[in-house]
């Protein structure tokens, strides 16, 4: 199977006209999909400037997102402030947690409670560091619960999870999830 570079249609091996847009193939245009894995190491490759992949110089659009406008450079999704500041602050909160759980091991249920909310919420925040988007789905669930602890927790809670859907959060964390076609 091939895609056509100019629609990013499927279409067969053997055509040599795409069905969708009727642009004329030749045996150097389309990728072939049962030989490329992925579109890395690709001789004169762009980028596309929305998802940031990686596609062949004489593509129209982009075989990930289906957008016509390219980069000769990678696109650098800069860690926004507010993952770093939350992040910091998690860590900050969950060993806040460890030390209370430990201190309240004489209460075996509770100081055990704590240990586990604080170790997980632990590995969440520095997993947020190096925008795993897991990481992100399990703080906004831990915001969830946080909504109940009034006030403070509802107004952390509220920020964290109106940050955390923010469009140009959720692009960050979604950037290594790219997957061609």
């Not at 959060?169 to 999830?177: A, E, H, L, S, T």
Request: proline letters at 4%; aromatic letters at 10%; glycine letters at 10%.
């Amino acid at each position: 199977m091939k895609v056509c570079p100019n629609c990013s249609s499927v279409v067969g091996n053997n055509t040599d006209i795409c069905s969708h847009c009727g642009y004329q193939l030749s045996n150097d245009l389309g990728i072939d999909l049962n030989q490329t894995v992925g579109n890395a190491g690709i001789q004169g490759s762009k980028y596309c400037r929305n998802c940031g992949s990686e596609n062949p110089s004489n593509t129209t659009v982009c075989f990930n997102c289906g957008n016509s406008a390219f980069s000769a450079n990678p696109r650098q999704i800069e860690k926004p402030a507010g993952v770093v500041i939350l992040a910091f602050l998690g860590i900050l909160g969950s060993l806040m947690d460890l030390f209370i759980g430990y201190i309240l091991l004489a209460v075996p249920i509770v100081g055990l409670f704590f240990i586990t909310a604080g170790s997980l919420f632990l590995i969440s925040s520095i997993s947020l560091f190096t925008g795993k988007n897991w990481a992100r789905i399990l703080v906004m669930v831990f915001s969830v619960i946080m909504l109940i602890s009034v006030p403070i927790g509802t107004i952390l809670g509220i920020i964290s999870l109106y940050y955390f859907t923010r469009p140009h959060v959720k692009r960050y964390f979604q950037r290594g999830n790219l997957h061609p076609l």
